[in-house]
Nanobody, 124 residues
Framework: QVQLVESGGGLVQAGGSLRLSCAAS????????MGWFRQAPGREREFVAG????????TYADSVKGRFTISRDNAKKIIFLHMNSLKPEDTAVYYC?????????????????WGQGTQVTVSS
């Protein structure tokens, strides 16, 4: 069983930066591919970024590529989402997710564990 707790959300002006964190429980953290998703009001939850269990492979949604960076520290059982050049359209609740597969994935269906979400609001 894996529990995920996000932190680091908040209000930021357009062009600013935030770093989201996701702390995980569980003894085999490095066996899980991890990801970040987001959901804006009235919209479907969408993939943002993913990272493989070992941290070698990453993938990003086109909308955030070049602005966001996902990383992980397996020793501390934590993943990060560094968000730069934020835009108002990045406003959403951001969710950390854990897969039972060590590989990186963009597919929501492979993610079994979910955090409670953290709000990110970007003002124009």
């Amino acid at each position: 069983q894996v529990q995920l707790v996000e932190s680091g959300g908040g209000l930021v002006q357009a062009g600013g930066s935030l770093r989201l964190s996701c702390a995980a429980s569980g003894r085999t953290f490095s066996s899980y591919g991890m990801g970040w998703f987001r959901q804006a009001p009235g919209r479907e939850r969408e993939f943002v970024a993913g990272i493989s269990g070992g941290g070698v492979s990453t993938t990003y949604a086109d909308s955030v590529k070049g602005r966001f960076t996902i990383s992980r520290d397996n020793a501390k059982k934590i993943i990060f989402l560094h968000m730069n050049s934020l835009k108002p359209e990045d406003t959403a609740v951001y969710y950390c997710a854990g897969s039972t597969n060590v590989l990186v994935s963009r597919t929501r269906e492979v993610y079994y564990y979910w955090g409670q979400g953290t709000q990110v609001t970007v003002s124009s």
